[in-house]
């Protein structure tokens, strides 16, 4: 069974109301990210949306940047084919949140890094940064096509039409919201895009369920190892427990945590390393188990009516379960709501992917190598036309993939290649201070070597592969596909360990603030003194007025800085007090010398700005360290 | 289905073993500090998370079974 292939043509022709409601869509997030771009003034804001977001603002975003291309058509397909099982993939991120929550968001947060290469140089050394962000832009400017082709695929396969043009009118509404505004376009997006793929996901699992006749009739049309939350432990070879486990809930979840640039933006928005951590927990905790519902209910769904006689998909393995059964489930209206939440599954990865690529363009190349030392302004502009190049590279990168019977697969296998060495190397380099440049390097080099030679050796994984089938038929690079992950992991601990022992580490003095043991360091550094725990996370409301006060700096009256524990000097966080903006008109500032006077908030006229916020309205003053 | 319960084993076993090697590894260097209250709450949150995770689909199995 395949996890992609050619398009299966479904023929649709659409009800003129689900035009309108997909019409809608794509005006309403056109627009909503160009109004959104008025909030982006700095490289900072484009990149980060101004590190000012609240912690739900950013979870929900996670979310939309996880559910992308083929989502709900690959893991509808699973569920139909695995059932519940399908889930996993989006329940198993629990092991490695300690290592996330404790560990390394600290270090890039304190650290103020702007991108996952530039860690690799101050951690290691230049050659180290070089070699991963060929790999990274590599691995983004992959997805980026690969999206813009899923996109075009399934848009011809419903609509007819040529892929190329579906894609490119695709990449011209996304390239609006990004050239618009950046990550702060793109997280408000995000945000609404979010909320209808979910809720579309979850009506028509729902919808399911009713036309079954209840949650029990549902249940029990399911057959048992349908009902079972796990796969089986080691075969069939397309969709397995033990290579799940590896290739999925250790390899992926690192890599999707610690490397994906695009999924670092959305923690890095936030407004603190505390409102971080609420939004991992919030997202594993609640939203992922919701979203692998939402995604794969249309499988379980569609099982449980074939084991009733009913007869929908046209496909052997199931690919197009997910339209066949929106299809048979939706009245006119509901269909386009559901295809609009498709496009908005699509659209939200595939921001969030360009986004990511010219902040790694401008911070690790255009930055440091090509134009250094020119104005913010200058870089901004660039972001924006590096943001329009990913595009048109993209689309001219299609066909390229178009060839391929499977391209999603071809992608799987690049990555088992490229990634199990970056996540030892960054986890080795995150919590091991012996951990040196040298062995970075060479890991990476000889660990992706490794790999390369076990798509012809495929023997070489046979001893890791837990009693994997392999299929005589296939070619030896499709052998132990799933546990090519274990093989690349241990390979690379094995050089990672075996170099470190003979090659010189990085002077302690270097480290600070970049692995774990020296992460109140870089906390230290991160505020320019001591930071205080009293009052952290407690907050006031107040009015506020301009005052000619030193830029980044406000005066709160005394008795709110005694309520706030505050000294001159700490970590302020200035909102605007409606909640439900989530940060969006906010600032960071340090808490100047006290003053007497009525229950107001001086702050200077740059900061009013630079937050958007308003006079006329109260503001929120929470202390952040 | 008895494979389900192997699973299940590995999964919170190994997961486990990473789990709480690694939040060991965070009370030795100070990354994770006892002393402080929203460290210790941070660390009991992560815990429950997990027994949750592990309590969840321990009880799914044996409602299947």
Known sequence: MENAGPPVTLNFSLHPLDWAVIATYLVGIVLLGMWFGKFTKTTKDFFLGGQRFSWWVAAVACVATLVGSYSFMQYSQNGYNFGFSSMTAYTNDWFVLPLFLLVWLPIIYYSRLTSIPEYFERRFDRRTRIAVLVIIIIYLQGYIAFNLYSIGLALQSMLGGHLIIWAAAIAVLTALVIYAGGATSVMMADLLQAFLLLSAGLLVFFLGIRELGGFAAFWNALPTRHQLPFAQFNQPKEFHFVGDFWSDAITGTIAFYFINQSVLQRILSVKSVREARKTMLCQVLVLMPIAAVAVGGAGWIARAMVAGGASLTQDPNGKDIFIRVVQKLCAPGVFGFVMAALLAALMSTLEALINAISAVAINDIWRPFIRPGRSDTYYLRTARYVAVAGYVLGLLLIPVFQPFGSIYEALTHFNAIVVPPMVVVIVFGAVWKRFTPAAAFWTLILGAGALLVSLFVPDLITPLAHGEPVLATDPPWKHHSFMRSLFGLSVSTVLGIGITLFTRPKPVGELAGLVMSTIAEGKRNFKGGEPSEAGVGRSLVLSMAADPVEPATVRLPIRFMRELEAEPGDMLYVADDRWWLGGLRSVHVKAGPPHDQDDVLLISPDDIERGGLKTDRRVCVEKLM | ?65
């Open chain 2, 1 to 65: 289905m008895t494979g389900n319960w192997l699973c299940w084993l590995y999964q919170y076993g190994l997961g486990g073993l990473l789990f709480l090697g690694i939040l060991g590894s965070a009370v030795q260097t100070r990354a994770l500090r006892l002393d402080s209250p929203s460290d210790r709450r941070l660390l009991i949150i992560l815990l429950i998370g997990f027994f949750a995770f592990l309590t969840i689909h321990g009880l799914w199995i044996a409602a299947v079974q």
